[in-house]
């Protein structure tokens, strides 16, 4: 049985309570802060809805769409591990002893993540508007966005409640703070020890080619088109050959000295 949405409700807004709790004196600022955030997210959401339809290659908007889902696939797991180590976050432990299923403390909590994800649901809107727009992009486009979302709240529920667990042990506490670091810093250092102007001369291109690539929903990336001369300047002329295609004039002998 499905839980009344009065209850639902309540949680969430608790929920939103808990975020937004800094003091009576400072309730108002955050309001304000918080609006002007989420105005500033609907201007970007916005902005690419204008902007995605308008690039003429396929691959500029693959690169974009690629680089803001990953970017919110972090956002998305981050966050909800920030508010769970600063105490913003409601405990579904302490609703054991309400009348609810416990069976359905889960979907709770996959409604919870909605509350930690907004900025990327507001984001995603605009993209799939544009992408729909979009005259390269086929009408099944958009929906990878449903999915997208689908998938991160179940995986950002599982990871809060792998932390929270690891978190509440002492000792372990400490080493996943650490670990969490150094997660964050190992890209940076991977390019430092690796430069990627060495990855040719090393066996790590053999394995970055046999990467699949991402279904795009505009088939594939395609190869790179030719590079065009610049206009202005007219390619220098093949060796032997002088300007316009001729061949160079001889060179007239010196006249005899008096």
């Keep these: 049985m499905w839980l009344p949405d009065n209850q639902i409700t309540a949680i969430l807004t608790t929920q939103w309570r808990v975020m937004m709790n800094r003091g009576a004196t400072k309730v108002w600022l955050m309001y304000l802060l918080t609006g002007l955030w989420y105005l500033a997210i609907s201007a970007a959401a916005v902005l690419l809805a204008a902007v995605i339809p308008e690039m003429d290659t396929r691959e500029s908007v693959n690169t974009l769409i690629t680089i803001g889902l990953l970017l919110g696939f972090l956002y998305w797991q981050f966050v909800p591990v920030l508010l769970v180590s600063s105490g913003m976050s409601l405990e579904l432990k302490r609703l054991l002893v309400y009348p609810i299923a416990p069976q359905r403390l889960f979907f709770i909590e996959v409604l919870l993540r909605i509350t930690t994800g907004v900025e990327v649901l507001i984001l995603m809107t605009g993209a799939a508007v544009g992408l729909w727009r979009h005259p390269l992009c086929p009408w099944w486009g958009p929906l990878i966005f449903p999915v997208y979302a689908a998938f991160n709240m179940l995986l950002s529920a599982g990871v809060r409640d792998l932390l929270t667990r690891l978190l509440a042990r002492k000792g372990v506490r400490e080493l996943v703070v650490l670990g969490l670091v150094t997660l964050t810093a190992l890209p940076q250092l991977i390019l430092v020890a690796f430069p990627p102007e060495t990855w040719?001369?090393?066996?790590?291109?053999?394995?970055?080619?046999?990467?699949?690539?991402?279904?795009?929903?505009?088939?594939?990336?395609?190869?790179?088109?030719?590079?065009?001369?610049?206009?202005g300047r007219p390619p220098p002329p093949p060796p032997g050959r002088g300007r316009g295609g001729h061949p160079p004039h001889p060179a007239e002998p010196p006249l005899p000295l008096s």
């Design 200 to 231: 040719k001369k090393q066996a790590i291109s053999q394995y970055l080619d046999r990467i699949p690539d991402f279904p795009y929903p505009f088939g594939g990336p395609g190869p790179a088109p030719p590079r065009q001369p610049r206009r």
